[in-house]
């Protein structure tokens, strides 16, 4: 979950001839002009991701939310909705993994990758996203030993190892066979491991002469191992391992690509055709059309002006602004509040109730996810903002004045 720009628009600029002593000049200001011109009729964000990150995450708020409501709610809750409501959480999970293949893709379009450049792209990204995890991770024990403390029925939940804990701080929990203290966490460490691996693999075909060529063979094998292995269930000899979700990750980078032109859109309706081939070759499902869905508003959103809108209004953004925050905290803040009004109120079936438990978990959730945005994910934004990144050596002078 990263910060964004918005979508460049296709365009050029006429640059005239001058004189010889105003060379050095123009090829100083060139590029800082250029940019400045390109950007002043842009928004700062990418409404359309911001949205859709809103959406993503409240997807998974509802699933957990219902989950423990299940109880109060499931006998008047037709099958259908009820096994809507619980394909909820996966496809949440699913668009957020396209747009971090998307996001990432277009941070990395320019880069002057080299070893030195992974380095700080690793730390810039660790700045970002581990204080309002770790955070979560000390919420997470603190409530634990809460509730062991109260209630008696929950003695054993107070207990973490110094093993377990270390290895969340550093998201090997998975791998390791730990398991995740909280719901969600599972999924950040398959993001970390997209973003290096993606990294890692543009880093490794890396040409000065042609930097935005792509690594689309190397890219579309491990798809390909994604794609056999998330439709055969085959399961891995390690857990917590990025592979089987790699091909949603690769829609989100192919995306990218292709939107800004560096990639043939061949490449893109290849995947999305595969993409759709699997899903009616078993049972259609939202999960398995989300990644789809959420490639196909990229596309339509920078190609078509009207479509930017879409995903553009306050509730939207606000919830897209929110999204890691209240990814992290509604497991905790808003499952406890749910679990707290049950002890006090009952937990017999109940439509009134039960949807007045959710709508107070989704209110707690969205209050301590204001908060832990505030207090320690915007100072961690900006604090990641300063790390220094290796910048690409300014473009040659246009030959409209080369001398």
């Known amino acids: ?9 296709a365009g050029s600029r006429e640059t005239p001839r001058p004189d010889p002593a105003e060379t050095a000049r123009i090829s100083r200001r060139m590029t800082r002009s250029d940019a400045s011109a390109a950007s002043a009729s842009l928004p700062s964000r990418n409404l359309t991701v911001d949205g859709l990150r809103g959406i993503a995450a409240m997807l998974v708020v509802l699933y957990h939310l219902y989950l423990n409501t299940e109880t109060l709610l499931r006998p008047f809750v037709p099958d259908g909705l009820h ?16 747009l971090s293949g998307f996001v990432i893709s277009m941070s990395l379009r320019d880069a002057p990758l080299s070893g030195r450049y992974v380095a700080m792209f690793a730390l810039r990204r660790s700045v970002r996203l581990d204080p309002p995890y770790w955070a979560t991770i000390v919420l997470c024990i603190g409530m634990a030993k809460l509730s062991a403390l109260l209630f008696a029925e929950l003695a054993g939940r107070g207990q973490f190892s110094a093993a377990q804990i270390v ?4 998201y090997l929990q ?3 066979g730990y398991g995740d203290i909280s719901a969600v966490f599972w999924t950040l460490c398959i993001e970390l491991q997209f973003y290096l691996v993606l990294v890692l693999v543009l880093t490794a075909a890396h040409d000065p002469a042609q930097p935005r060529s792509r690594p689309i063979l190397a890219i579309a094998a491990l798809t390909a191992l994604s794609l056999v292995l998330a439709v055969g269930q085959i399961k891995l000899p390690v857990d ?9 990750f690769a829609l989100g980078a192919l995306t990218c690509w292709c939107v800004f032109g560096d990639l043939s859109w061949r490449w893109w309706w290849a995947l999305v055709g595969v993409e759709l081939a699997v899903v009616f070759g078993s049972a259609p499902s939202l999960p398995h059309l989300a990644p789809v869905g959420a490639a196909l508003v990229l596309v339509l959103s920078s190609r078509w002006v009207a479509a930017r809108g879409w995903l553009g209004g306050a509730v939207h953004q606000f919830l897209g602004k929110l999204s890691y925050s209240l990814y992290l905290m509604h497991p905790i803040v808003g499952w406890s509040t749910i679990s707290v009004l049950k002890k006090l109120f009952g937990d017999h079936p109940s439509v009134p109730l039960g949807l007045l438990y959710m709508a107070c978990g989704i209110a707690t959730s969205l209050v301590a996810a ?11 934004i900006r604090w ?3 790390v220094p ?3 690409a050596a300014a473009p040659a002078v246009h030959a409209a004045v080369a001398t």
């Open 240 to 248: 917590g391992l990025f592979v089987r979700y790699w091909h949603m």
């Open 174 to 176: 998975d791998i390791l």
């Open 384 to 386: 990641s903002k300063k």
């Open 83 to 98: 096994a809507l409501i619980g394909s909820f959480g996966a496809t949440g999970v699913n668009v957020f993994f396209v």
């Open 370 to 380: 204001w908060i832990l945005y505030r207090a320690v994910e915007l100072p961690a």
């Open 389 to 391: 990144m290796p910048r």
């Open 1 to 9: 979950m990263v910060q964004c720009d918005a979508f460049p628009l």
């Open 167 to 170: 290895s969340h701080l550093f």
